[in-house]
Structures are given as C-alpha cells and as structure tokens.
C-alpha cells in the first residue's frame, strides 16, 4: 500500500511559477513510475506528466512541454512537478499518481492516488 500526499498548490498569476511536491508512504516508492494529473472544473480528469521509477524517462502532454519539468528524489519518496509560466487553462486540482507496473500516460494504469492540490492562475 502506498499513500500520497501532494501539496504547493495556490493562487498565482499568469507567467508565476509554482512547484507541487508529492510524498509518498512506504518502503518501495523507488520501484514505481509517477505522474502527475488535473482535473479542471466541469473538465474529465487529464494526465499531465509522468517519470520510471529512476528519473530517466519522462513524458508530458503537449500543452505543457516546455514549462512544467517532473523530477523524483527516491531518496526523499518525493516527486516533483515544476510549472513554469502558468496559464488559467492550467487551473485544476492536481492529483499525483503511483503505477506499480508501467510508465503511463493512462490514468487507469495507476494504481494508488493522492487527494489533490488546487492549483488557480488568475488572468
């Protein structure tokens, strides 16, 4: 069983930059790949980003790639998503995730989930 917990989220303004951390429970974190999710109001729940389980791979939605950077510190069971020059179509509550098994953007791969941070930019 692994518990998640994300935070750093808040209300930014457009170009500010913000990094959610997310602390995962247990003795095998390293072992999982990890991704980031968003929900926006009203919106269907979208992958964001995600890493392997040693920080080598990463993968990211197009809307993203360029401003946000996913990193992992195995040694803290820390996963990082780094967003740079924030847009309000970034607004979302963003969920971390742990995949036991592959290196996905499917959310249905993942198996263990955080409760979320609300992330807001203003205009």
């Known amino acids: 069983q692994v518990q998640l917990v994300e935070s750093g989220g808040g209300l930014v303004q457009a170009g500010d930059s913000l990094r959610l951390s997310c602390v995962a429970s247990?003795?095998?974190?390293?072992?999982?790949?990890m991704g980031w999710f968003r929900q926006a109001p009203g919106k269907e729940r979208e992958f964001v980003a995600a890493?392997?389980?040693?920080?080598?791979?990463?993968y990211y939605r197009n809307s993203v790639k360029g401003r946000f950077t996913i990193s992992r510190d195995n040694a803290k069971n820390t996963v990082y998503l780094q967003m740079n020059s924030l847009k309000p179509e970034d607004t979302a509550v963003y969920y971390c995730?742990?995949?036991?098994?592959?290196?996905?953007?499917?959310?249905?791969?993942?198996?263990?989930w955080g409760q979320g941070t609300q992330v807001t930019v203003s205009s």
């Open positions: 890493i392997n389980w040693s920080g080598s791979n990463t």
């Open positions: 995730a742990a995949d036991r098994t592959t290196f996905s953007t499917n959310q249905g791969a993942y198996d263990y």
């Open positions: 247990g003795r095998t974190f390293s072992s999982y790949a």
